[in-house]
């Protein structure tokens, strides 16, 4: 399984602050946070469309390509490590807890346990604790992203339009011509072809590439690919079952590689930014939040969702919220889902900040 029939789609591990005090890309950071905030009502409400609204895991590939490709005037290796470093602490902290519970449920794994210490495979569990395993898919992705971006992105640079042009390629060859297996390596191929042109869009907007294409050449381009992944999600229904473009990678790919370039091409040619967030400080101070928080708000969320079922149960025990509260409602569930998160993100946010060596906080 790729990324079709997938539940989750993603946050960013290095979405918190970087030593010393970095110059924060609101526009970016905005994406960000609405990108998670999709996340959460897509996993609530199970809408289709919603990824054609907001290709959340397009654009967060994107935006972490961009970082990564900063980040890599570093020594690679150093760059990798940090990146490692950040995503992994997070990660065993909530699998604690995960794997604790489904062992309690008669769970009992073999061998592949490592790939709940270092998920470059998708880690084993059981039915039981499938929702909340079942994101995992975006941590291995993106570390495999990690450790390839030295590669890619000298690649990249030996011919930029080309290169970003052909690595949708991938997609198209594992669509028409040769399936990968089904197993844990053929679940990685898929992903990282679905959003190898996410990734490298990335390096592109680092690198000026985008800045520096004129509109005549970039929109066309993009409208076709979302034309062309539209069409694709719509006209195979029947086989995919519906036009969810997490269960059509060929979709997905071609819909986030349009919408994602008309994002960043934005950024890059217009410098669009939202440095008025500023003026609106609560809202200024929650995408702040989110960003330092993503990869607690991103493991997390799903959690969440399942305890604000139970949660909802018990109130109806109580006349007073039969009577005045919404308990049927999938609204309803949304806001206990959201207050539930918010607790998580108190009580094990801070594993981010242990993992970047800085001093824990409650909230950034």
């Not at 395993?133 to 890619?152: A, K, Q």
């Not at 997609?171 to 399936?179: E, T």
């Not at 939202?274 to 993503?294: E, H, I, K, P, S």
Request: hydrophobic share 55%.
């Amino acid at each position: 399984m790729g990324a079709h029939s997938r539940t989750a789609e993603r946050a960013l591990p290095e979405a918190g602050a970087r030593g010393g005090t970095p110059v924060r890309d609101r526009y970016f950071d905005t994406l960000r946070a609405v990108a998670l905030v999709r996340v959460v009502t897509y996993h609530t409400f199970g809408w289709a469309w919603a990824g054609l609204v907001f290709p959340s895991m397009g654009v967060m590939f994107a935006l972490a390509g961009t970082l990564m490709a900063r980040s890599l005037q570093r020594p690679a290796l150093t760059v990798i490590r940090s990146r490692v470093r950040r995503l992994l602490p997070p990660f065993w902290f909530w699998g604690v807890f995960v794997v604790g519970a489904m062992l309690v449920h008669g769970w009992m794994p073999g061998w592949q346990i490592v790939y709940w210490v270092v998920p470059l495979g998708d880690p084993p569990g059981n039915a039981w604790g499938e929702q909340a395993w079942e994101i995992l898919w975006y941590l291995r992705t993106y570390l495999w992203f990690v450790l390839l971006s030295p590669l890619l992105l000298r690649v990249f640079r030996l011919a930029p339009v080309p290169v970003l042009l052909l690595s949708l390629g991938p997609i198209l060859v594992f669509r028409f011509v040769w399936q990968p297996p089904d197993d844990r390596l053929g679940a990685a191929l898929w992903d990282l072809a679905t959003f190898l042109f996410c990734w490298l869009l990335g390096f592109a907007h680092h690198d000026g590439v985008l800045a520096r294409l004129k509109p005549a050449a970039v929109l066309p381009l993009a409208s076709a690919a979302l034309a062309y992944g539209g069409w694709y999600a719509l006209a195979h229904q029947a086989e995919y079952g519906t036009y969810d473009l997490d269960e059509n990678p060929l979709a997905q790919a071609f819909w986030s590689a349009g919408f994602v370039a008309l994002l960043m091409y934005a950024k890059a040619r217009f410098r669009t930014d939202f440095a008025g967030l500023a003026r609106f400080r609560r809202l200024d101070r929650l995408v702040t939040v989110f960003n330092a928080r993503a990869v607690t708000l991103y493991l997390w969320h799903e959690i969440a969702l399942i305890l604000a079922v139970p949660l909802i149960d018990r109130f109806w025990d109580v006349p007073a919220f039969e009577a005045y509260l919404p308990l049927d409602s999938q609204w309803f569930m949304f806001g206990v889902g959201w207050v539930l998160i918010a607790v998580f993100v108190l009580l094990c946010g801070w594993v981010e900040d242990v993992a970047a060596r800085k001093k824990p906080r409650l909230l950034p």
